[in-house]
């Protein structure tokens, strides 16, 4: 009988993986870090004001861009009844001198400030940011630009501010929806918009420009109506592919008659064509204020973006 073999050595073990679940379905739960930002600047529309009228929830844009854009952060920058020059202080491309103009109170060291841009406040507007080295808050909600320091203790002196908001913003894209509130100053909300168009890290493909919608109160003829068909106009020209016309889908019957408003059988009203006669947006789109959209009109608007941003390939 021959002699017993050894037995072969064992196989070493295959290494085994702490993952989970193929690649595509890891890509699909642990997205990619490097999404980038995307900061959302303008005034009320922006800040989707009488998005919670008409609809069963609030409708408001920051919130369906954020569950579409994850896990890109959004940051929601639009405050309500403030100009184009207000964004652009915002961003921190205008860094006015801040003038002590009282007395610091002597808890918190707030101080009234004049700017020598001569912007006044308007709205809830406050902006987090620094006069010379002094961190703080500018407020200008009560009328007045109030600024209080971080540390109570320093001394606010006649230096120049500069909102934090540009670092937050630094490297994002960007949704642009501003100057309704001045659009009587053509040339100064097609500057301010090129500007904030022009801060970005890839200014040819960083941001997307919203167009005006008309109210009741701007039917065709009258001057905001003429004004804000000549932004539309220069921007749509300007920014192609990067300018959404939210005039045109909220007042043509293709954009009436887009899948989020099929419930409502827009184009069906009386109403609608008595609007669209005036070449402005239908009253079931509008708030009971009459200048701001309700939770309907957010919903085309919020489709709309996001069909946009797809295209850009920004989604």
Sequence with gaps: MPPQQPAAPAAPAAPRSSATGTAASRSLFAPPEAARPISLWGSSSMSSEGGQESTPVPIRIHDHLTLAAHPAVVHAFGVGATTSRHTVLMRGLDTPVASPAS?????????????????????????????????????????????????????????????????????????????????????????????????????????????????EHDPVGSATANALAAVNAEQRSRYGAHFLDLGALLTQQEGLGCSPLAPLDVLAQGSTQESLALEVVPPILVASDAIHLNGWGNLAVNWAIIHRMRELRWL
């Design 103 to 215: 007395s610091p109170d002597p808890g918190t060291g707030a101080v009234e400030v004049t700017l020598d841009s001569g912007l006044a406040p308007a709205g809830p507007i406050r902006v987090p940011g620094t006069i010379g080295a002094v961190a703080g808050e500018l407020d200008g909600s009560s009328g007045r630009w109030i600024f209080t320091p971080s540390d109570p203790t320093q001394q606010v002196e006649a230096e120049t501010f500069t909102s934090a908001l540009a670092e937050t913003a630094r490297g994002s894209r960007q949704v642009l929806w501003m100057g309704k509130n001045n659009i009587l100053d053509v040339e100064g909300v097609l500057e301010d918009t090129q500007r904030m168009w022009d801060a970005t890290d890839d200014p040819e493909h960083d941001t997307l420009v919203l167009g005006q919608w008309p109210t």
